[in-house]
T-cell receptor, first 114, second 112 residues
Framework: DAKTTQPPSMDCAEGRAANLPCNHSTISGNEYVYWYRQIHSQGPQYIIHGLKNNETNEMASLIITEDRKSSTLILPHATLRDTAVYYCIVRVAGANFGNEKLTFGTGTRLTIIP | SQTIHQWPATLVQPVGSPLSLECTVEGTSNPNLYWYRQAAGRGLQLLFYSVGIGQISSEVPQNLSASRPQDRQFILSSKKLLLSDSGFYLC???????????FGEGSWLTVV
């Protein structure tokens, strides 16, 4: 799987949009971009994923550049409960192998400021 | 909708004692199941995965074992815990036809 690069930390004011960038310049054509977040002492929570097109769900939006070398996760109206470490990973699409060696990097520690 | 639960959430066990962490998935059939360990400040380490009842694959030789006695039940065990077994253990699942992995709440194990 391709490697990703994220800023180590970010702050965002409560109620504002939080924009978390991720670089994945070596992404392959069959690799999805996935975002998870992890609140301290809890399991990682799936947020959203995409291949080429921008995606939106009830939690966030994912914007993927046309060349797919970077993406941005957008939390439209950040709340204090969004304070967490956010992980961007890339994974092969359509894989049906059992040994999912899912790899999280260091992620971005997002702090929502009241 | 599908849900995953694992327990206990926290556990403090003496060295040499046995371990049993349990995980169940609801709302899906024949999921792929996983046990990961996450060390502080480090990434995920895949310990075991299972593609069906009784089918267990181990990724890392260690003091732990896993079993899948039922389709949606995955158990992580040890006969004798070591200090180095301390850590945050995560159960996860993926639909056979899906690509997204979903994690449980995690279990903190401290071996003393």
């Amino acid at each position: 799987d391709a490697k990703t690069t994220q800023p180590p930390s970010m702050d965002c004011a409560e109620g504002r949009a939080a924009n978390l960038p991720c670089n994945h310049s070596t992404i392959s054509g069959n690799e999805y971009v996935y975002w998870y977040r992890q609140i301290h002492s809890q399991g990682p929570q799936y947020i959203i994923h995409g291949l080429k097109n921008n995606e939106t769900n009830e939690m966030a939006s994912l914007i993927i550049t046309e060349d797919r070398k970077s993406s941005t996760l957008i939390l439209p109206h950040a709340t204090l409960r969004d304070t967490a470490v956010y992980y961007c990973i890339v994974r092969v699409a359509g894989a049906n192998f059992g040994n999912e060696k899912l790899t999280f990097g260091t992620g971005t520690r997002l702090t929502i400021i009241p | 909708s599908q849900t995953i639960h694992q327990w206990p959430a926290t556990l403090v066990q003496p060295v040499g004692s046995p371990l049993s962490l349990e995980c169940t998935v609801e709302g899906t059939s024949n999921p792929n199941l996983y046990w990961y360990r996450q060390a502080a400040g480090r990434g995920l380490q895949l310990l075991f995965y299972s593609v069906g009842i009784g089918q267990i694959s181990s990724e890392v030789p260690q003091n732990l074992s896993a079993s899948r006695p039922q389709d949606r039940q995955f158990i992580l065990s040890s006969k004798k815990l070591l200090l180095s077994d301390s850590g945050f253990y995560l159960c996860a699942w993926r639909a056979v036809s899906g690509n997204t992995i979903y994690f449980g709440e995690g279990s903190w194990l401290t071996v003393v």
